[in-house]
């Protein structure tokens, strides 16, 4: 059951509906309340099609953001029979927001890749720990030694996107913040290895960036990708923050806008009602997806698939003539 305190407006209906089907049907004897559980059940079916076919991309963006959404470590977990976690830049610290290390991908036959990640982390205490998902520049040289480390051993390289964005506070800027994401575009665009990742959650700016240049990018339906947060674009736009909603759709930031952008490679469907209904369901989904990508790109020669990712990138973007 799902606390409705902790479920948005939008699907708090729903949840009290499915919360009451799940209450039933532990009281229940035998079949004295299988006809009103049915019915009830065909109620939440309507509601859940109703609500999630008609979602605005600010509801999306707080679908990102849900506070039982599932979170990297849930996903590493599920899709891959062995990780070992590997720390530190070897210059500075370890940075607890981004967690890499090698793995075992249970979808693809328990190959073995390198495994980024952003974790935002649960409760307070981890997540003033994780720093909320938003790394520090040895997050990103921690992420970088590790690349380097599986070009050298030919391991393809898998990055599960969920950050609101690179950390913006002065000991971060002190420490090369700018320099050290610029870096990491650099070094993926030309590693020799296939690269997979997908925006699990939220996708922030060059935070997410800095360890998404890919063959293959993919996004689970209702996370969102952009530039900046939809709160600070109206800030800046509008300085007006009641136009959170107005900023989200004119960013294009939800996946099936960048999909048809030509930015996103497929957007994956969700559990009913969203990647928090089932974590088993949604880390099946990711590592099915990301195995089967992973296939395809392996089987291509270094040259083509540099020369591809090449392509990939210089393909992004639409022009038009000016009108006279």
Request: proline share 5%; aromatic share 6%.
């Amino acid at each position: 059951m799902i606390d409705p305190r902790q479920s948005l407006d939008f699907e708090r209906p729903l949840v009290e509906l499915e919360n009451k089907i799940e209450e039933l049907k532990r009281l229940a004897g035998g079949e004295l309340l299988a006809a009103e559980i049915r019915l009830l059940e065909r109620r939440a079916q309507r509601a859940r099609e109703e609500i999630f076919a008609a979602l605005t991309p600010w509801q999306k963006v707080l679908l990102s953001r849900h506070p039982l959404r599932p979170y990297a470590m849930d996903y590493v977990s599920r899709m891959c029979s062995e990780f070992i976690e590997l720390h530190g830049d070897r210059a500075f610290r370890d940075d607890e927001a981004i967690v890499a290390g090698l793995a075992r991908l249970r979808a693809w036959d328990n190959q073995s890749i390198l495994l980024l990640a952003h974790q935002k982390g649960r409760g307070t205490k981890e997540a003033v720990r994780r720093n909320f998902g938003m790394p520090r520049p040895e997050g990103y040289r921690k992420a970088r030694r590790l690349m380097d480390l599986a070009a050298r051993f030919r391991l393809p390289i898998v990055a599960l996107i969920d950050t609101p964005g690179a950390f913006p506070g002065i000991d971060a800027e002190e420490r090369g913040q700018a320099e050290a994401i610029a870096k990491n575009l650099e070094v993926m665009a030309g590693l020799p290895v296939p690269i997979v990742a997908a925006v699990i959650g939220e996708g922030g700016s060059g935070g997410a960036l800095a360890i998404g240049v890919c063959d293959r990018l993919l996004m689970l339906e209702f996370s969102v990708y952009s530039v900046i947060s939809p709160e600070g674009c109206a800030s800046i736009l509008w300085k007006d923050q009641g136009k959170v909603d107005q900023a989200a759709a004119q960013m294009k930031m939800t996946a099936e806008d960048l999909k048809s952008l030509g930015v996103v490679d497929e957007v994956l469907r969700e559990p009913p009602g969203g990647a928090h209904h089932s974590y088993d369901e949604a880390a099946m989904i990711v590592g099915d997806a990301v195995a089967r990508h992973l296939r395809e790109l392996s089987v291509l020669p270094q040259e083509g698939l540099l020369d591809g990712r090449y392509a990939k990138y210089r393909a992004l973007g639409r022009f038009e003539e000016p009108r006279s």
